[in-house]
């Protein structure tokens, strides 16, 4: 943990109000998609401890998403604070949503964010900022005015900072500047947390590891939904996006391909998930002679009874922050092959001891792992009860423990400095 002189405030965190002895806590994001950063926030919304927080969650523009899908996941006890709370701020980021913003748009977007959009919500986060005595900026959208307004600030960064930034000069000294303004900075696991301290040195004032949560009798339950299978044999899957600029599916499609062709499996390959590399990925499943055997099965609200049907789970990114997939899919018992890409995978499978890592981009190396997993029946059995080991260490008591000592720090420092 990384130390350093603080900020001025403009208030000491003593100002804002407490519910009883509980601490308020407010969780930003920018608006709801179809990511893992989203799935997680729920997480936590759903699993923090009500006895030591009392949560306010703020919105800065509600998204189609966020009316369909996850206001209905946000637990009831949560309060929702929507930013750009009127229609006129929200002219363009509509637009945005459904795909009718033009390069011009972008541009005089990008003009009214700056002269109408910002203004007005940072008078809202001042607001909003008097009842809490935690800001947790969950994707560090609100970097511009982090250590503002009185209470502690912590920021949660979701990606790997060097897959991000290390051949970005430029954007690299941005943010560093900006970080340096959070109380703290959390990094979802020790490689992500090892590269900030490297790249950033000490102009952090604190780094913490903050992983991701998972509710896992929740999980359970919803992969006991009922779920028209998806194909007429066993399977195995895959969750995430179709964004071929992270997820390689490409690599997951060539390595499936050599299965075939060479043989000994009757399982097909499931495909959950969303995007614009879909017609892309389709094409290339006929290219490699697999269509039959390939099931798109589209983006999912509940993934979780698919993923229980299946022999195991893969994923094939080229980088990721702390993958929520892997973490569910421990949580049911199922058999991981992830590729060790920076960051999440290797910490997630404890360096190779509950699932099977594999070189990014390895197709080979994923074929020969796959055809191990499913041809060998102990190491399948193996591989489920350690995946059912490991998921208790992201499970609710540990998350929430960690989560209170992070939170603690950040008060600790913050009422000294105040």
């Known amino acids: 943990m990384s130390t350093a002189a603080q900020l001025p405030r403009t208030a000491p965190v003593a100002s804002a109000p407490r519910d009883g002895d509980r601490i308020p806590v407010l969780f930003h994001i920018v608006d709801f998609g179809d990511g893992g950063i989203e799935s997680s926030l729920i997480q936590w919304l759903r699993i923090f401890d009500r006895a030591r927080f009392v949560v306010t969650l703020s919105v800065m523009h509600p998204s189609p998403a966020f009316h369909n899908r996850f206001r209905a996941l946000i637990p009831n006890d949560v309060e ?118 490297k790249m950033f040195g000490d102009a952090l004032k604190r780094l913490f590891v903050l992983p991701n949560a998972i509710d896992i009798d929740r999980i359970r339950d919803n992969a006991s939904a009922q779920e028209t299978p998806p194909c007429d044999a066993p399977y195995i899957v895959s969750v995430a996006r179709l964004d071929e600029i992270q997820k390689d599916h490409r690599t997951l499609l060539r390595a499936f391909a050599e299965l075939v062709r060479v043989g000994q499996i009757e399982e097909h390959l499931v495909i959950v998930g969303d995007g614009a590399f879909r017609g892309e990925l389709e094409a290339l499943a006929k290219e490699f002679g697999i269509a039959a055997r390939v ?21 094939s990114s080229r980088y990721e922050g702390m993958p929520m997939v892997l973490l569910e899919a421990l949580a049911l018992g199922k058999p991981v092959i992830a590729s060790d890409c ?28 796959l055809r191990r997993v499913l041809t060998d029946e102990s190491l399948h059995k193996h591989m489920s009860a350690r995946a059912l080991e490991r998921a208790g260490e992201y499970g609710i008591a540990a998350s929430n423990e960690r989560f209170a000592r992070c939170a603690a720090a950040l008060l600790e420092a913050e009422a000294f400095a105040g």
């Open 80 to 197: 929702i604070e929507i930013l750009a709370d009127k229609a006129w701020l929200n002219y363009f980021q509509s637009r945005r949503y459904v795909n009718r913003l033009s390069k011009l748009g972008r541009v005089a977007r990008d003009v009214f964010n700056t002269l109408a959009v910002r203004p007005y919500v940072k008078r809202r986060v001042a607001e909003l900022a008097r009842r809490h005595a935690l800001i947790v900026d969950y994707d560090m959208s609100l970097r511009r005015l982090a250590g503002r307004f009185g209470p502690a600030w912590l920021g949660v960064n979701h990606f790997s900072f060097d897959a991000r930034l290390a051949h970005r000069a430029r954007k690299k000294r941005r943010l560093t500047a900006q970080f340096a303004r959070y109380d703290g900075v959390a990094a979802l696991n020790e490689h992500m947390a090892e590269e900030a301290r």
């Open 295 to 315: 099931h798109f099965a589209g983006y999912r609200n509940n993934p979780h009874a698919l993923v229980a049907g299946a022999r195991l789970q893969v994923l």
């Open 342 to 369: 920076p960051t999440g995978p290797r910490e997630i499978l404890g360096d190779g001891r509950f699932g099977i890592l594999f070189d990014v981009g390895a197709a080979d190396q994923l074929a020969i792992a």
